[in-house]
């Protein structure tokens, strides 16, 4: 005798899919590309920040090595951001020239973010309120651990962490805007990221709306120190 | 003959199942009982900020009734969180103390947007939050009683300006203030019935620390913050 029921699995299978595509998740990129998140998403809530281990692919290696501290070779946003591109960078370039050097200034935070890949987007700017036009603004990102045994990329994580306020639970993707701006001494190697050569790290969903995004694909990457 | 296909579109379910089981969703209480997300939880991100209107059901009426009230009766956090508890439950309208206005400086530590878009804003009476010592009270900025209201949504525009005009958040996050912010807020006092022993408020800020209230008075809802 046929199983009159039999039909009922399949049926049920357009309502279980239909439950999961209500619930879009961020993008699965690493975070890399584009973090920042539209309404309707939904985002994961993440704990235990300081040890978050870095997920993303792009130029990992590079990312994930400190330039040393010493005397800087750029004491300012613009001496960064103005820097020549290094020629014939990859998906999987080492880093490379003026990547090597130090960058070491004192700036304000606008706005910060966590992204999938666990590195902190971090966006800063040289003036003490963020103006269209006039400041000049830098992403710099406090990196995931390279793995669970660092303690050096941990320690930075907390430098910053404590610089606003010590959350221990944050949403991916998600920018927290700086009602009044904080000023930070940060220092780290200058870093080309190839997902974002035209800039556009940053945020619209500050300030009204204004965008407050990079204008090329300078960083600070990995951030060696908050202060 | 027996198909040996025939147990195939069961196990195809499984894999599905086991994907939504594990994109935990925040609680569908709107926001009214516990606020506060988890780690490992699934938040929704939104926008529209200053229109949102008031999805919560306890007291709604209450909630979404602004104080007349214009000379202050009660000027500190201690005076309002002090008052006797008046007898409510869940339909309650305003009721005695409840009907006079609160107005005080204070410092913003953390706020958040739960599902029935009030913005719950956590201050105290320190410049920054020492525990056993500064004194909490949650402060609600309502959403919008409907589309067509002014006054609501001027309130949530004055708040919004104050941490910085965002025009996205994800439910149910708070957001910690490294420097607190020093604020005037003007309210109605209003006993929560949700939370008669108080716990609105925070876990997820300062390092952990408890920075939750001690019992169900809030300003709900906050007629001026500057």
């Not at chain 1, 406090?142 to 907390?158: C, E, H, I, L, W």
Request: net charge neutral; charged share 15%.
């Amino acid at each position: 005798m046929r199983n009159s029921l039999r039909p009922l699995t399949l049926l049920l299978l357009p309502f279980v899919l239909a439950a999961c595509a209500s619930t879009r998740p961020a993008s699965r990129d690493g975070g890399e590309r584009e973090e920042e998140v539209t309404p309707g998403q939904m985002v994961m809530v993440v704990g235990d920040l300081p040890n978050l281990i870095f997920l993303g692919q792009s130029r990992r290696d590079a990312k994930l090595a400190m330039v040393a501290a010493g005397v800087p070779n750029y004491t300012s946003i613009t001496a960064v951001t103005s820097l020549a591109p290094p020629p014939g960078l990859g998906y999987y370039s080492p880093r490379t020239g003026v990547e090597n050097n130090y960058a070491r200034f004192t700036a304000y935070l606008y706005a910060y973010n966590l992204p999938a890949d666990n590195d902190f987007h971090v966006i800063l700017g040289d003036t003490p309120v963020f103006t269209p036009n006039v400041t000049k603004l830098i992403n710099i990102e406090v990196s995931g651990r390279p793995d669970g045994a660092d303690v050096v990329f941990k320690a930075v994580r907390n430098q910053f962490l404590a610089k606003i306020g010590n959350p221990v639970a944050m949403a991916h993707g998600t920018y927290t805007c700086m009602a009044v701006p904080i000023a930070l001494t940060v220092g780290g190697g200058p870093f080309w990221d190839v997902s974002h050569p035209n800039g556009g790290s940053g945020t619209s969903s500050c300030y009204g709306g204004t965008p407050v995004k990079t204008s090329n694909g300078w960083e600070l990457h990995p951030v060696t120190s908050v202060q | 003959m027996r198909n040996p296909l025939r147990p195939l579109p069961l196990l195809l379910l499984l894999p599905f199942v086991l994907a939504c089981a594990s994109t935990r969703v925040a609680p569908q209480d709107r926001g009214e009982r516990e606020e506060e997300v988890t780690a490992g939880m699934m938040v929704m991100v939104v926008d529209d900020l200053p229109n949102l209107v008031f999805e919560g059901l306890s007291r709604a009426a209450a909630k979404t009734t602004m104080v007349t009230a214009t000379v202050p009766t009660y000027t500190t956090i201690t005076a309002v969180t002090g008052l006797t508890p008046p007898s409510v439950d869940f339909y309650s309208p305003r009721t005695g103390d409840e009907n006079n206005l609160a107005t005080f400086g204070a410092y913003l530590y953390a706020y958040n947007l739960p599902k029935d878009n009030d913005f719950h804003v956590i201050i105290g009476d320190t410049p920054t939050f020492t525990a056993g010592v500064t004194n909490l009270i949650n402060v609600e900025v309502s959403g919008r009683p409907d589309k067509t209201d002014t006054v609501f949504k001027a309130v949530r525009n004055q708040f919004l300006a104050i941490i910085g005009n965002p025009t996205t958040m994800s439910y149910g996050t708070y957001t910690c203030m490294p420097l607190p912010i020093a604020i005037t807020v003007s309210g109605g006092p209003f006993w929560d019935v949700s939370h008669k022993s108080g716990g609105s408020g925070t876990s997820t800020c300062y390092g952990g620390v408890q920075m939750k209230t001690i019992n169900g008075w809030e300003l709900h809802p906050v007629n001026s913050i500057q």
